[in-house]
């Protein structure tokens, strides 16, 4: 009974360097997002996507961050050019579909930007 | 802008005691509620959803609804230690499927 797989957990890039964030989502899943949560802050809505699909990318920042759920494979969130203030805990939560479905969260990537 | 507001606290209880912890929340769509606890460090497990008005009840864990003061709240009776940790308040609209979280609130439960 796997539950959300998220990895790496622990990320430190550079400044400037790229960041690749990935997820599994539950057995019998379908539909992944993402969240954000910066220090001292709550977690914030990122992106949306179901398989091949981006069904919400409304709190993806506009520069340097892509997301994708390929037909085969884990969702992968992207962060190009590293800046310190993307130093987070990046979550992954999935559901079976969307409509009043409770999300499941993975254990979270911790981003570290040097 | 859809806002969720928790007290930060923290709120401190001693054992045994019950927890009530508070949400209100400003979009008068929303219709999904949830609670997630989140231990330091770890990532937010889910205890508690509601969508209808009133109570609903869950071992220790007790989530109340009340959608014409926009407000939720969950009591956890008997506290234990091992409740002490933050707590999320969520909430979703009809097809919205954005979990808008609050800040969360830091319980510690006194031996």
């Known amino acids: 009974n796997a539950g959300v797989m998220q990895n790496p957990r622990h990320l430190v890039r550079r400044r400037g360097q790229e960041a690749r964030l990935r997820c599994s989502p539950m057995?019998?899943?379908?539909?992944v997002y993402w969240y954000r949560q910066l220090p001292e802050e709550g977690l914030k809505f990122m992106v949306y996507?179901?398989?091949?699909?981006?069904?919400?990318e409304s709190g993806m920042p506009k520069e340097r961050f892509s997301a994708e759920f390929p037909k085969e494979g884990p969702s992968i969130l992207r962060i190009q050019q590293v800046v310190r203030g993307d130093s987070a805990a990046y979550f992954c939560?999935?559901?079976?579909?969307?409509?009043?479905?409770?999300?499941?969260f993975g254990p979270g990537t911790r981003l570290l930007v040097l | 802008q859809k806002e969720v507001e928790q007290n930060s606290g923290p709120l401190s209880v001693p054992e045994g005691a019950i927890a009530s912890l508070n949400c209100t929340y400003s979009?008068?769509?929303?219709?999904?509620f949830f609670w997630y606890r989140q231990y330091s460090g770890k990532s937010p497990e889910l205890i508690m959803f509601?969508?209808?008005?009133g109570d609903k009840e869950d071992g220790r864990f007790t989530a109340q609804l009340n959608k014409a003061s926009q407000y939720v709240s969950l009591l956890i009776r008997d506290s234990q230690p091992s409740d002490s940790a933050t707590y999320l308040c969520?909430?979703?609209?009809?097809?919205?499927?954005?979990?808008?979280f609050g800040k969360g609130t830091l319980l510690t439960v006194n031996p």
């Open positions: 939560a999935s559901s079976r579909n969307r409509q009043q479905e409770t999300q499941y």
């Open positions: 057995k019998g899943h379908s539909h």
């Open positions: 996507l179901q398989k091949e699909n981006i069904i919400d």
């Open positions: 979009d008068r769509g929303s219709q999904s």
């Open positions: 509601i969508y209808s008005n």
């Open positions: 969520a909430v979703s609209g009809g097809s919205n499927y954005k979990l808008t």
